[in-house]
């Protein structure tokens, strides 16, 4: 009986080890690799945001374009990496505050909190506002300055999770999102130009 039962016991270690070895190959909580994908999945949502409302301000049809563009990558992305969260067991939302993952990188560069902003280069309330006032024209530059400046923080977010992780998979998702993002912002500046507004 009693070496049954050490049987067991020595059974149920090994399992619980064997848990544990497995567990600790899969990202933590507070990590960079969960940071990131909570955090550029709350970005990218503004930026779908701000797309939807300028198609419904303009029928300028290359923005009308770039919109649904930035809509359809950026859905199929937050998809991505809400199935990342859900892969690793982990909370969709981190209950001590976005960004804390972000901490030291260079290019971080926190709005101060006076601008509503939460993370960088997003668009504050007042901002969405305005673009939702806004039609023709004056909504088109509004929207590809806001834009701009959202790529310009979410490539510094990609930047920063590749300082960080070894994971292929979201090395792979932010590289793709630097490369495509960078593209974008040198598109809008030239849209800009062409609507006789300055490069943002």
Request: no cysteine; charged share 20%; net charge positive.
């Amino acid at each position: 009986m009693t070496v049954a039962i050490a049987a067991l016991v020595l059974l149920a270690a090994a399992a619980l080890l064997g848990t544990a070895a497995w567990r600790s190959g899969e990202p933590a909580a507070d990590g960079p690799e969960a940071g990131f994908a909570r955090d550029m999945g709350a970005h990218h949502a503004q930026a779908v945001e701000m797309s939807f409302i300028v198609r419904d301000r303009t029928s300028d049809p290359a923005v009308r374009l770039l919109a649904y563009d930035i809509i359809n990558t950026q859905s199929a992305q937050i998809g991505m990496m809400t199935a990342w969260l859900d892969q690793w067991g982990l909370p969709k939302t981190d209950p001590a505050g976005p960004m804390r993952w972000m901490s030291g990188h260079a290019g971080m560069a926190m709005p101060a909190p006076a601008t509503g902003a939460k993370m960088p280069g997003m668009a504050t309330d007042a901002q969405l506002a305005e673009l939702r006032k806004a039609s023709g024209k004056s909504a088109e530059v509004l929207y590809l300055r806001l834009m701009t400046a959202h790529h310009r923080g979410g490539v510094d977010m990609a930047r920063a999770v590749l300082e960080r992780t070894g994971r292929d998979q979201v090395r792979r998702l932010a590289r793709t999102m630097v490369s495509g993002q960078l593209s974008e912002i040198a598109q809008m500046n030239a849209m800009l130009r062409e609507r006789g507004a300055p490069a943002a």
